[in-house]
Protein backbone atom coordinates (compact mmCIF):
# COMPACT_ATOMS: atom_id res chain seq x y z
CA UNK A 1 0.00 0.00 0.00
CA UNK A 2 1.46 3.33 -1.08
CA UNK A 3 1.57 6.19 1.49
CA UNK A 4 -0.69 7.91 -0.69
CA UNK A 5 -3.47 5.80 -0.06
CA UNK A 6 -2.26 5.71 3.26
CA UNK A 7 -2.42 9.33 4.18
CA UNK A 8 -6.32 9.75 5.59
CA UNK A 9 -5.24 7.64 8.80
CA UNK A 10 -2.64 9.79 10.20
CA UNK A 11 -2.61 13.57 9.13
CA UNK A 12 0.65 15.07 9.60
CA UNK A 13 0.77 18.96 9.32
CA UNK A 14 3.97 20.65 10.56
CA UNK A 15 2.34 23.91 10.11
CA UNK A 16 -0.89 23.03 12.46
CA UNK A 17 -1.57 23.88 15.91
CA UNK A 18 -2.50 20.38 16.39
CA UNK A 19 1.11 19.08 15.96
CA UNK A 20 2.85 22.35 17.36
CA UNK A 21 1.01 21.03 21.09
CA UNK A 22 1.78 17.62 21.22
CA UNK A 23 3.79 15.82 17.97
CA UNK A 24 4.38 12.75 19.76
CA UNK A 25 1.32 11.02 19.46
CA UNK A 26 1.37 12.04 15.80
CA UNK A 27 4.58 10.48 15.26
CA UNK A 28 4.09 7.04 16.67
CA UNK A 29 1.14 6.79 14.37
CA UNK A 30 3.31 7.90 11.22
CA UNK A 31 5.98 4.90 12.67
CA UNK A 32 3.55 2.06 12.24
CA UNK A 33 0.79 2.93 9.54
CA UNK A 34 3.12 5.44 7.02
CA UNK A 35 6.42 5.00 7.79
CA UNK A 36 7.38 7.10 4.04
CA UNK A 37 4.36 9.61 5.20
CA UNK A 38 3.15 11.66 1.72
CA UNK A 39 1.44 14.87 1.96
CA UNK A 40 -0.88 16.33 -0.33
CA UNK A 41 -1.19 19.69 0.69
CA UNK A 42 2.69 20.18 0.75
CA UNK A 43 4.08 17.87 -1.62
CA UNK A 44 6.70 16.33 0.53
CA UNK A 45 7.70 13.13 2.01
CA UNK A 46 8.48 12.15 6.12
CA UNK A 47 10.56 9.52 7.68
CA UNK A 48 10.29 9.02 11.22
CA UNK A 49 11.26 5.45 11.94
CA UNK A 50 14.93 5.42 13.55
CA UNK A 51 16.08 3.39 11.38
CA UNK A 52 15.40 5.24 8.02
CA UNK A 53 16.18 8.39 9.74
CA UNK A 54 19.76 7.70 11.17
CA UNK A 55 20.45 5.95 7.37
CA UNK A 56 19.13 9.48 5.57
CA UNK A 57 21.35 11.63 8.00
CA UNK A 58 24.17 9.64 6.73
CA UNK A 59 23.15 9.42 2.86
CA UNK A 60 23.70 12.75 1.87
CA UNK A 61 24.53 11.00 -1.98
CA UNK A 62 20.29 10.85 -1.72
CA UNK A 63 19.22 12.88 0.89
CA UNK A 64 21.03 16.67 0.17
CA UNK A 65 21.29 19.66 2.41
CA UNK A 66 22.34 22.02 -0.41
CA UNK A 67 18.24 23.10 -0.94
CA UNK A 68 18.21 24.03 2.75
CA UNK A 69 16.98 22.77 6.22
CA UNK A 70 13.12 23.49 6.15
CA UNK A 71 10.29 23.22 3.79
CA UNK A 72 9.91 26.88 1.98
CA UNK A 73 13.53 26.91 1.49
CA UNK A 74 13.30 23.54 -0.13
CA UNK A 75 10.70 24.49 -2.19
CA UNK A 76 11.80 27.91 -2.94
CA UNK A 77 13.29 28.38 -6.50
CA UNK A 78 16.02 30.42 -5.38
CA UNK A 79 17.50 28.32 -3.05
CA UNK A 80 19.15 29.04 0.19
CA UNK A 81 22.15 31.58 0.97
CA UNK A 82 25.64 29.95 1.35
CA UNK A 83 25.78 28.67 4.93
CA UNK A 84 27.42 25.52 6.33
CA UNK A 85 24.11 23.80 6.95
CA UNK A 86 23.26 24.14 3.48
CA UNK A 87 25.63 22.27 1.49
CA UNK A 88 26.81 18.63 0.70
CA UNK A 89 30.35 17.44 -0.01
CA UNK A 90 33.48 18.12 -0.98
CA UNK A 91 32.42 22.19 -0.12
CA UNK A 92 30.88 21.00 3.32
CA UNK A 93 33.92 19.33 4.73
CA UNK A 94 36.02 22.66 3.90
CA UNK A 95 33.49 25.24 6.00
CA UNK A 96 33.48 22.88 8.38
CA UNK A 97 37.23 22.52 9.15
CA UNK A 98 37.10 26.31 9.31
CA UNK A 99 35.00 26.51 11.93
CA UNK A 100 35.55 23.60 13.85
CA UNK A 101 39.00 24.81 15.53
CA UNK A 102 36.27 27.15 17.73
CA UNK A 103 34.59 24.07 18.90
CA UNK A 104 37.16 21.26 20.12
CA UNK A 105 37.17 19.84 23.83
CA UNK A 106 39.87 22.52 24.66
CA UNK A 107 38.02 25.54 23.45
CA UNK A 108 34.68 24.41 24.52
CA UNK A 109 36.12 23.41 28.57
CA UNK A 110 38.05 27.04 27.84
CA UNK A 111 34.35 28.59 27.73
CA UNK A 112 33.45 26.96 31.45
CA UNK A 113 33.91 30.05 33.60
CA UNK A 114 32.21 32.57 30.80
CA UNK A 115 29.28 29.78 31.18
CA UNK A 116 29.59 29.48 34.61
CA UNK A 117 29.17 33.71 35.40
CA UNK A 118 26.26 34.01 33.11
CA UNK A 119 24.33 31.14 34.29
CA UNK A 120 24.97 32.74 37.91
CA UNK A 121 24.89 36.00 36.67
CA UNK A 122 20.74 35.49 35.44
CA UNK A 123 20.12 33.16 38.27
CA UNK A 124 21.37 35.81 40.43
CA UNK A 125 18.56 38.48 38.82
CA UNK A 126 15.05 36.13 39.30
CA UNK A 127 12.51 35.80 42.19
CA UNK A 128 13.75 33.47 44.14
CA UNK A 129 9.79 32.49 44.84
CA UNK A 130 8.71 32.28 41.58
CA UNK A 131 10.42 33.34 38.34
CA UNK A 132 10.04 31.95 34.07
CA UNK A 133 12.61 29.66 33.74
CA UNK A 134 13.17 30.16 29.79
CA UNK A 135 12.17 34.30 29.83
CA UNK A 136 14.47 35.05 32.48
CA UNK A 137 17.26 32.71 32.66
CA UNK A 138 17.44 29.75 29.85
CA UNK A 139 16.61 32.48 27.23
CA UNK A 140 18.59 35.04 28.00
CA UNK A 141 22.40 33.34 29.04
CA UNK A 142 23.02 30.87 26.21
CA UNK A 143 22.53 33.67 23.29
CA UNK A 144 25.46 35.50 25.27
CA UNK A 145 27.64 32.71 25.07
CA UNK A 146 27.73 31.84 21.73
CA UNK A 147 27.62 35.74 20.41
CA UNK A 148 30.35 36.58 22.33
CA UNK A 149 32.09 33.75 20.99
CA UNK A 150 31.47 34.70 17.10
CA UNK A 151 32.39 38.84 18.08
CA UNK A 152 29.01 40.42 18.64
CA UNK A 153 29.76 43.60 20.95
CA UNK A 154 27.64 43.31 24.36
CA UNK A 155 25.33 45.85 23.50
CA UNK A 156 23.59 43.69 20.65
CA UNK A 157 23.93 40.26 22.17
CA UNK A 158 19.84 40.19 23.25
CA UNK A 159 18.91 41.86 19.95
CA UNK A 160 20.30 38.71 18.52
CA UNK A 161 18.33 35.90 20.43
CA UNK A 162 14.87 38.74 19.20
CA UNK A 163 15.79 38.13 15.59
CA UNK A 164 16.70 34.67 15.89
CA UNK A 165 13.13 33.90 17.79
CA UNK A 166 11.12 36.52 15.22
CA UNK A 167 12.13 34.70 12.24
CA UNK A 168 11.71 31.14 13.48
CA UNK A 169 8.33 31.38 14.36
CA UNK A 170 5.70 30.55 12.13
CA UNK A 171 2.00 31.28 11.81
CA UNK A 172 -0.69 27.97 12.23
CA UNK A 173 -0.86 26.57 8.35
CA UNK A 174 1.74 29.44 7.00
CA UNK A 175 5.18 27.38 5.82
CA UNK A 176 7.16 30.56 5.52
CA UNK A 177 8.41 33.10 7.09
CA UNK A 178 5.98 35.31 9.28
CA UNK A 179 6.30 39.73 8.33
CA UNK A 180 7.80 40.52 11.54
CA UNK A 181 9.99 37.06 10.80
CA UNK A 182 11.41 38.32 7.46
CA UNK A 183 11.93 41.78 8.41
CA UNK A 184 13.90 40.51 11.50
CA UNK A 185 16.01 37.78 9.17
CA UNK A 186 16.55 40.92 7.15
CA UNK A 187 17.81 43.20 9.79
CA UNK A 188 19.94 40.39 11.48
CA UNK A 189 21.66 39.65 8.10
CA UNK A 190 22.22 43.58 7.54
CA UNK A 191 23.62 43.72 11.32
CA UNK A 192 26.25 40.52 10.83
CA UNK A 193 27.02 41.85 6.72
CA UNK A 194 28.22 45.54 9.09
CA UNK A 195 30.01 43.80 11.43
CA UNK A 196 32.08 41.46 9.10
CA UNK A 197 33.04 44.66 7.01
CA UNK A 198 33.78 46.13 10.92
CA UNK A 199 35.85 43.39 11.30
CA UNK A 200 37.76 43.36 8.39
CA UNK A 201 38.69 46.92 9.04
CA UNK A 202 40.00 46.08 12.51
CA UNK A 203 40.39 41.94 13.45
CA UNK A 204 39.87 40.78 16.73
CA UNK A 205 40.27 37.60 18.69
CA UNK A 206 36.69 36.00 17.73
CA UNK A 207 35.03 33.73 15.00
CA UNK A 208 33.70 36.37 12.73
CA UNK A 209 37.65 37.40 12.38
CA UNK A 210 39.26 34.24 12.10
CA UNK A 211 36.47 33.15 9.23
CA UNK A 212 37.93 36.59 7.37
CA UNK A 213 41.07 35.79 7.66
CA UNK A 214 40.52 31.75 6.11
CA UNK A 215 41.55 30.99 3.22
CA UNK A 216 39.14 28.34 1.16
CA UNK A 217 39.68 26.62 -2.12
CA UNK A 218 38.23 28.29 -4.97
CA UNK A 219 36.91 26.47 -8.43
CA UNK A 220 40.05 26.88 -9.66
CA UNK A 221 42.05 24.77 -7.51
CA UNK A 222 43.40 27.98 -6.33
CA UNK A 223 42.22 29.58 -3.10
CA UNK A 224 39.75 32.59 -1.83
CA UNK A 225 38.76 34.07 1.15
CA UNK A 226 35.20 34.37 2.14
CA UNK A 227 32.49 37.15 1.44
CA UNK A 228 30.95 39.13 3.57
CA UNK A 229 27.63 37.48 2.71
CA UNK A 230 29.20 34.54 3.58
CA UNK A 231 30.20 35.61 6.59
CA UNK A 232 26.98 37.11 7.58
CA UNK A 233 25.40 33.54 6.81
CA UNK A 234 27.48 31.83 9.21
CA UNK A 235 27.48 33.94 12.06
CA UNK A 236 23.66 33.95 12.34
CA UNK A 237 23.37 30.53 11.67
CA UNK A 238 26.17 30.31 14.90
CA UNK A 239 23.58 32.49 16.71
CA UNK A 240 20.53 30.86 16.05
CA UNK A 241 21.54 27.26 16.20
CA UNK A 242 23.71 27.83 19.53
CA UNK A 243 21.38 29.69 21.55
CA UNK A 244 17.64 28.63 20.79
CA UNK A 245 18.74 24.87 20.92
CA UNK A 246 20.48 25.34 24.85
CA UNK A 247 17.40 27.61 25.34
CA UNK A 248 14.80 25.33 24.39
CA UNK A 249 16.32 22.58 25.88
CA UNK A 250 16.69 23.93 29.40
CA UNK A 251 13.27 25.31 29.25
CA UNK A 252 12.04 21.75 28.13
CA UNK A 253 14.22 19.96 30.93
CA UNK A 254 12.28 21.84 33.99
CA UNK A 255 8.81 20.65 32.50
CA UNK A 256 9.77 17.02 31.73
CA UNK A 257 11.17 16.72 35.30
CA UNK A 258 8.37 17.95 36.79
CA UNK A 259 6.34 15.66 35.29
CA UNK A 260 8.81 12.86 36.38
CA UNK A 261 10.06 14.23 39.99
CA UNK A 262 11.52 10.71 40.86
CA UNK A 263 14.03 11.70 37.71
CA UNK A 264 14.86 14.72 39.49
CA UNK A 265 15.39 13.34 43.03
CA UNK A 266 17.80 10.78 41.59
CA UNK A 267 19.70 14.28 40.55
CA UNK A 268 19.47 15.67 43.95
CA UNK A 269 21.15 12.47 45.24
CA UNK A 270 23.84 12.23 42.52
CA UNK A 271 25.13 15.37 41.26
CA UNK A 272 27.18 12.72 38.55
CA UNK A 273 24.35 11.62 36.71
CA UNK A 274 23.28 14.98 35.39
CA UNK A 275 25.49 14.57 31.26
CA UNK A 276 23.05 11.09 31.27
CA UNK A 277 20.39 13.34 32.60
CA UNK A 278 21.22 15.73 29.47
CA UNK A 279 21.75 13.14 27.37
CA UNK A 280 18.30 11.29 27.88
CA UNK A 281 16.20 14.92 27.73
CA UNK A 282 18.00 15.16 24.18
CA UNK A 283 16.39 11.78 23.55
CA UNK A 284 12.82 12.54 24.91
CA UNK A 285 11.95 15.76 23.97
CA UNK A 286 15.24 17.90 22.40
CA UNK A 287 14.88 21.22 20.77
CA UNK A 288 15.03 20.17 17.17
CA UNK A 289 12.69 18.07 16.19
CA UNK A 290 13.23 17.10 12.01
CA UNK A 291 15.42 18.62 9.35
CA UNK A 292 14.48 18.63 5.54
CA UNK A 293 16.23 17.38 2.59
CA UNK A 294 16.34 17.22 -1.05
CA UNK A 295 16.21 14.01 -2.85
CA UNK A 296 18.69 13.98 -5.68
CA UNK A 297 17.76 10.36 -7.02
CA UNK A 298 14.52 7.81 -6.46
CA UNK A 299 14.66 6.35 -2.30
CA UNK A 300 13.23 3.10 -1.81
CA UNK A 301 11.47 2.52 1.34
CA UNK A 302 8.66 0.32 3.24
CA UNK A 303 7.51 -0.72 -1.02
CA UNK A 304 7.19 3.24 -1.23
CA UNK A 305 9.72 5.19 -4.08
CA UNK A 306 10.33 8.83 -3.08
CA UNK A 307 11.15 10.65 -6.64
CA UNK A 308 14.18 12.67 -6.98
CA UNK A 309 13.67 16.49 -5.96
CA UNK A 310 11.26 16.07 -3.40
CA UNK A 311 11.17 17.54 0.27
CA UNK A 312 11.62 14.93 3.00
CA UNK A 313 11.50 15.57 6.50
CA UNK A 314 13.90 13.53 8.62
CA UNK A 315 12.08 13.35 11.93
CA UNK A 316 14.84 13.05 14.36
CA UNK A 317 12.60 13.58 17.24
CA UNK A 318 10.26 10.66 16.16
CA UNK A 319 13.69 8.61 15.92
CA UNK A 320 14.40 8.97 19.05
CA UNK A 321 11.24 7.25 20.44
CA UNK A 322 10.79 4.82 17.76
CA UNK A 323 9.52 1.82 20.18
CA UNK A 324 11.66 -0.47 17.53
CA UNK A 325 14.98 0.99 18.94
CA UNK A 326 14.38 2.33 22.18
CA UNK A 327 12.98 0.00 24.88
CA UNK A 328 10.07 1.66 26.96
CA UNK A 329 10.88 4.49 24.36
CA UNK A 330 8.02 6.79 25.81
CA UNK A 331 9.39 6.77 29.53
CA UNK A 332 11.64 9.86 30.55
CA UNK A 333 14.68 7.63 32.55
CA UNK A 334 18.24 9.12 32.54
CA UNK A 335 19.59 5.44 33.86
CA UNK A 336 18.42 3.93 30.40
CA UNK A 337 21.04 2.40 28.62
CA UNK A 338 22.36 4.54 26.27
CA UNK A 339 23.98 1.87 24.14
CA UNK A 340 20.66 0.62 22.64
CA UNK A 341 20.58 3.11 19.54
CA UNK A 342 22.04 6.03 18.27
CA UNK A 343 20.27 9.31 20.36
CA UNK A 344 19.74 11.84 17.05
CA UNK A 345 19.07 14.48 18.91
CA UNK A 346 21.85 16.51 17.80
CA UNK A 347 21.40 14.83 14.50
CA UNK A 348 23.86 12.14 13.34
CA UNK A 349 26.81 12.09 10.46
CA UNK A 350 28.44 15.21 8.55
CA UNK A 351 26.13 17.55 9.93
CA UNK A 352 25.42 16.77 13.25
CA UNK A 353 25.83 20.07 15.56
CA UNK A 354 28.97 21.75 15.19
CA UNK A 355 28.03 23.20 18.69
CA UNK A 356 26.95 19.75 20.75
CA UNK A 357 29.64 19.74 23.27
CA UNK A 358 28.72 23.55 24.12
CA UNK A 359 25.19 22.77 24.35
CA UNK A 360 25.88 19.66 26.60
CA UNK A 361 28.48 22.52 28.79
CA UNK A 362 25.21 25.15 29.33
CA UNK A 363 22.51 22.55 29.71
CA UNK A 364 24.57 20.61 32.18
CA UNK A 365 25.99 23.86 34.42
CA UNK A 366 22.28 25.23 34.06
CA UNK A 367 21.13 22.08 35.77
CA UNK A 368 23.55 21.76 38.42
CA UNK A 369 22.73 25.42 39.46
CA UNK A 370 18.99 24.89 39.09
CA UNK A 371 18.84 21.85 41.51
CA UNK A 372 20.57 24.08 44.34
CA UNK A 373 18.65 27.12 43.42
CA UNK A 374 15.52 24.97 43.31
CA UNK A 375 15.63 21.60 44.81
CA UNK A 376 11.76 21.13 44.80
CA UNK A 377 9.63 23.32 42.68
CA UNK A 378 6.12 23.02 40.75
CA UNK A 379 5.29 24.41 37.71
CA UNK A 380 2.33 27.05 36.98
CA UNK A 381 0.63 24.23 34.35
CA UNK A 382 -1.54 26.95 32.75
CA UNK A 383 1.52 29.64 32.38
CA UNK A 384 3.19 27.02 29.83
CA UNK A 385 3.45 28.42 26.43
CA UNK A 386 4.75 26.42 23.25
CA UNK A 387 6.89 27.88 20.51
CA UNK A 388 5.04 27.30 17.38
CA UNK A 389 8.40 27.38 15.57
CA UNK A 390 9.74 25.69 12.37
CA UNK A 391 12.08 22.88 13.42
CA UNK A 392 12.80 23.86 16.96
CA UNK A 393 10.10 22.63 19.45
CA UNK A 394 9.79 23.86 23.29
CA UNK A 395 8.44 26.58 25.26
CA UNK A 396 8.32 30.15 25.28
CA UNK A 397 7.24 30.38 29.12
CA UNK A 398 8.08 27.86 31.57
CA UNK A 399 6.93 29.65 34.76
CA UNK A 400 8.17 27.76 38.23
CA UNK A 401 7.31 28.26 41.94
CA UNK A 402 10.01 27.37 44.30
CA UNK A 403 8.71 25.36 47.40
CA UNK A 404 10.24 26.25 50.66
Known amino acids: MTARQEAPRVTFDPFSDEYFNDPYEIYLRMQDEAPVYYSDEHDFYALTRHADVAAALKDHETYSSSRGCDLAMVQSEEGPQKSIIFMDPPEHRVMRSLVNKAFTPRAIQAQRETVEQLVDHYLSRVDPDHFDVVADFSGPFPVEVITRMAGVPEEFRQKVREWIDTSLTREPGNIGYTEAGMAAAIESGVYYYKLAQERRADPQDDMLSRLIAAEVPDENGGTRRLDDVEIAGFASLLGGAGAETVTKLIGSSIVTFAKNPEQWQKLLDDRSKIPAAVEEMLR ?79 TTIALERLLDFMPRYEVDWDGLEKVHMQNVAGYHHVPVRVLK
Not at 289 to 295: D, E, G, L, W
Not at 339 to 356: K, R, V
Request: proline share 5%; with cysteine; glycine share 10%.
Open 284 to 362: FDGPVHYNVRFTLKEAHLHGTTIPAGKPVFLMKAAANRDPRAFTNAGVFDIDRDRTESQNLGFGYGIHSCLGAALARLE
